[in-house]
């Protein structure tokens, strides 16, 4: 061009053509360092997301996505390990129709009802080939919603509901954007907590101006679903589909009590317990509340099936609590004790469950576990005593 363009001209429109270049070099890089830092985000804020995507198939454990796991067996299959067979519920076939259909979904129920794992097998059923997307917290949607545009036909895996909503999360707008006009199969499949929509439907009553437009906007999304409720106790024909994998012992033993808890409670809420109380023991946490705990699981274990009141229980623990280090522990007063033993952690189960006005029993799951322990301590000497003294003479015998 120089040969071309004499002088000045030539080195002008020279230079020209190298400003150009570089200005189309620098945002090309922008673009690349642009998309680089998207796909970033999306790896953090979808969980599951990669460059190939995860088509809802190819998720085989329900506990990876929320599903609580039930007390692990020894398999092959490290699947069937940490989950239980899938037993139908009366409900599954509305859900199932629900999920072909698409749209936003909703499962509501107790905690440990088995909402997850119902939604989970419906997903997989009727919708194996969507694209899976679970936004890991309330950002994270605004990349669902990309993800969802470009894939067309998938589902969004919103696992307790009650955190995705709010200002910062999801809105009946942005409900609408994730659900497309209609050109693409896309469902919004949540569960929720029923105590939390409850909540959620009386927020505001008191008059208050903040609560009242809070509740009313969680109103406005939930308005928009259509809802499946599964029930915490199991109906005799599920329990009859149950017995079909009694095979399972974790199903097997979950069967044994299915006159005091779901069948799901058990298996979802005992091994979440179990920690819960091992955990207590630190020195400076709950070492008082996980005495009283032990106390009662050993008084199961000798048979003592009548409730506890806390009388009893303030006489049994001290020795649990002196055997495993008593003031070194540091252990917390008698009532925050009592409170953190007795509260309603999942539904109806707890450490200790209320039984009658005055009285507590431990959640069954724990003491089967110590039975099951072969090197389980065995029951001290002063509880034998303090129990045969409480006894009736039916019991003692």
Known sequence: MARIWPGAI???LVAGVGVVAGVLSSRAATRLDSDAAQSRQLDDELFFHDQGGLR???ITDPVRVGVYAAAPIESDDPTQASAPPFIRRDQSPDLERAVRRGGFVVVVGESTAGKSRAAFEAMRACLPDHMFIRPRSRPGLRAAVAVAQREGCCV????DLQGYLG???LTAQLL???LGDGGRHVLVLATMRAQERARYFTDGMSGDAGSTEIAREYREVLDRATEIRIDRTWTSAELDRAQEFASDPRIAAALEYCDQYGL??????GPRLLATWRDGWAPGTQPRGAAIVAAAVDARRAGFYRCLTPEILRTLHEHYLDERGGARLRPESWEHAM????RAVYATSGLLVPDGPDGYVVFDYLPDVV??????APIPDTTWQELIRQAEPAEAG
Do not use: K, Q
Request: hydrophobic share 45%; net charge negative; aromatic share 10%.
């Open 176 to 178: 609408e954007r994730l």
């Open 10 to 12: 030539g080195s002008v």
């Open 167 to 169: 200002n910062d999360g």
């Open 371 to 376: 039975d099951a322990d072969p090197d389980a």
């Open 156 to 159: 969004i895996w919103l696992d």
């Open 339 to 342: 409170v953190w033993a007795t």
């Open 264 to 269: 799901a409670e058990y298996l979802a809420a």
């Open 56 to 58: 809802v198939r190819e």
